[in-house]
């Protein structure tokens, strides 16, 4: 067990403020940026988009099988954030730079689009997995966890709320989206430069359970024999498609409606983007109470309940009703926020699980898993999206039909209530509460005396 100092936990939590300038904007502005400023139709830049989600899926778990087994004096994971902020930084600046001998919605733009989110996938990848595996790395208490990953998730709302005011805003002072992207670049380089070189690991596991001292073929065999008998994991990664390939249509449709359902402008939408992220902030102490006073399935099943219910009044919300749309999905960010501070908690209890059921402990693996899972459902949901979007007659650029702008409530409420239910049904059979994980930990405690 290890207790962490404030310190270490805003210098941890700082490193999501930084990532989450990132995903936030890959969320919000990227699939937007290509229909309104490159020109693709929507389902062009739906397919680009998953291609882009399936492509970093694909590096999710293989950072996770490089990061476990690297062994440096600055630990398994912190050499990742240090040395990877910077190209992540001119990745991100890349996806809004365009090249100006490409026509709008051409090939080649198309092309462009696709290539340059890859590269901001592949190095995001590169950061994101060894920081999130740090939550199993820095401590082994469940209720630290917990605190832990409050911290992490009040300072990654904060990123959110960062750049859902400030890009929107800096293009339009700019003129131009790519000097809008580097300033938000730097910002990001600065919180992961303060992220890593504040936190600190504990010691890696020894003898068998160290997946870095087995050849690699046996160490994923192990592995994925591992996943197929982690109960809880596997639960977890269920409820995480359903929430994330029905919610993810709603994120994605959110410009959108500010924009053509409301006749919003840039200062509207920054302002919504911010209110939305800030319910967030707002959220993230009331679900780390709920989770520590009760369990961190109760948390995800009462943040489920009120995202519901803000999904389904925001169906039943006539178009260009701007008050009661923005208290619908005010209640969304709010219920939402009780997913990501249950998910980033859960994870590493799983880890611990496989290490005292199966002696084995893959932290990043684990989370480059999870994080494959999670991709692969927003891409899933963004090219779903863009067809659904192209159904219902949306014309890049222009006024929307009456029909159109239904048609984006319908999706962005009826998508998530749905997948919401069923993320519920996975999280119901989920029993690894703080009293079992303490069980666990003190059995691998004693076992770690009796093995040294």
């Given at each position: 067990?290890r207790?962490?100092?404030l310190?270490?936990?805003?210098?941890?939590?700082?490193?999501?403020f930084?990532?989450?300038?990132?995903?936030?904007?890959?969320?919000?502005?990227?699939?937007?940026?290509?229909?309104?400023?490159?020109?693709?139709?929507?389902?062009?830049?739906g397919?680009?988009?998953?291609?882009?989600?399936?492509?970093?899926?694909?590096?999710?778990?293989?950072?996770?099988?490089?990061?476990?087994?690297?062994?440096?004096?600055l630990g398994?994971?912190?050499?990742?954030?240090?040395?990877g902020?910077?190209?992540?930084?001119?990745?991100?600046?890349?996806?809004?730079?365009?090249?100006?001998?490409?026509?709008?919605?051409?090939?080649?733009?198309?092309?462009?689009?696709?290539?340059?989110?890859?590269?901001?996938?592949?190095?995001?990848?590169?950061?994101?997995?060894?920081?999130?595996?740090?939550?199993?790395?820095?401590?082994?208490?469940?209720?630290?966890?917990a605190?832990?990953?409050?911290?992490?998730?009040?300072?990654?709302?904060?990123?959110?709320?960062?750049?859902?005011a400030?890009?929107?805003?800096?293009?339009?002072?700019?003129?131009?989206?790519?000097?809008?992207?580097?300033?938000?670049?730097?910002?990001?380089?600065?919180?992961?430069?303060?992220?890593?070189?504040?936190?600190?690991?504990?010691?890696?596991?020894?003898?068998?359970?160290?997946?870095?001292?087995?050849?690699?073929?046996?160490?994923?065999?192990?592995?994925?024999?591992m996943?197929?008998?982690?109960?809880?994991?596997?639960?977890?990664?269920?409820?995480?498609?359903?929430?994330?390939?029905?919610?993810?249509?709603?994120?994605?449709?959110?410009?959108f409606?500010?924009?053509?359902?409301?006749?919003?402008?840039?200062?509207?939408?920054?302002?919504?983007l911010?209110w939305?992220?800030?319910?967030?902030?707002?959220?993230?102490p009331?679900?780390v109470?709920?989770?520590r006073?009760w369990s961190?399935?109760?948390?995800?099943?009462?943040?489920?309940v009120?995202?519901?219910?803000?999904?389904?009044?925001?169906?039943?919300?006539?178009?260009?009703?701007?008050?009661?749309?923005?208290?619908?999905?005010?209640?969304?960010?709010?219920?939402?926020?009780?997913h990501?501070v249950?998910m980033?908690s859960?994870?590493?209890?799983?880890?611990?699980?496989a290490?005292?059921?199966?002696?084995?402990?893959?932290?990043?693996?684990?989370?480059g898993?999870?994080?494959?899972?999670?991709?692969?459902?927003?891409?899933?949901?963004?090219?779903?999206?863009?067809?659904?979007?192209?159904?219902?007659?949306?014309?890049?650029?222009?006024?929307?039909?009456?029909e159109?702008?239904?048609?984006?409530?319908?999706?962005?409420?009826?998508?998530?209530?749905?997948?919401?239910?069923?993320?519920?049904?996975?999280?119901?059979?989920?029993?690894?509460?703080?009293?079992?994980?303490?069980?666990?930990?003190?059995?691998?405690?004693?076992?770690?005396?009796?093995?040294?």
């Open positions: 067990m207790t962490l100092g310190k270490a936990k805003l210098g941890y939590g700082v490193g999501d930084g990532l989450n300038l990132y995903w936030q904007s890959i969320l919000l502005f990227i699939l937007f940026f290509q229909m309104d400023v490159l020109g693709l139709s929507a389902v062009d830049a397919l680009c988009f998953l291609i882009a989600s399936v492509w970093d899926a694909g590096m999710d778990p293989l950072m996770g099988i490089i990061s476990d087994r690297t062994r440096t004096r398994r994971y912190r050499p990742f954030i240090l040395f902020t910077v190209p992540l930084a001119l990745s991100f600046w890349l996806c809004f730079t365009p090249p100006g001998f490409l026509d709008p919605g051409s090939v080649g733009m198309m092309v462009f689009a696709t290539l340059s989110h890859m590269l901001l996938r592949t190095c995001y990848a590169v950061v994101g997995i060894p920081y999130s595996s740090l939550t199993a790395a820095m401590t082994r208490d469940s209720d630290e966890r605190s832990l990953t409050g911290w992490r998730m009040l300072l990654a709302f904060a990123g959110a709320t960062s750049v859902s400030l890009l929107p805003l800096l293009a339009r002072w700019f003129g131009d989206y790519s000097p809008a992207a580097a300033c938000i670049g730097a910002l990001a380089v600065l919180a992961h430069l303060a992220c890593g070189l504040s936190v600190r690991e504990l010691p890696p596991p020894v003898r068998s359970e160290a997946p870095g001292r087995m050849d690699l073929g046996a160490d994923l065999g192990g592995f994925l024999r996943v197929g008998r982690n109960g809880p994991l596997l639960r977890l990664m269920l409820a995480t498609v359903a929430l994330h390939l029905s919610l993810g249509i709603l994120m994605r449709n959110m410009p409606m500010l924009k053509y359902d409301l006749g919003g402008d840039a200062d509207l939408t920054a302002s919504a911010t939305f992220s800030a319910a967030g902030v707002a959220a993230v009331v679900w109470w709920t989770a006073r961190k399935a109760a948390a995800w099943q009462a943040g489920s009120m995202t519901i219910a803000g999904s389904l009044f925001l169906a039943l919300v006539p178009p260009g009703a701007l008050w009661s749309t923005l208290a619908c999905l005010t209640l969304i960010s709010f219920g939402h926020a009780a990501a249950a980033w859960m994870l590493p209890d799983a880890v611990d699980y290490h005292w059921r199966h002696r084995r402990r893959d932290e990043a693996k684990i989370y898993l999870s994080s494959l899972i999670l991709k692969l459902s927003l891409g899933g949901s963004a090219f779903v999206g863009g067809i659904v979007l192209d159904g219902v007659g949306y014309r890049p650029g222009g006024a929307q039909a009456a159109t702008l239904e048609g984006f409530r319908l999706l962005a409420g009826l998508a998530p209530a749905l997948g919401l239910g069923l993320s519920m049904l996975a999280i119901a059979g989920y029993r690894l509460d703080a009293a079992r994980h303490g069980r666990i930990q003190a059995f691998l405690g004693r076992r770690a005396v009796r093995e040294s």
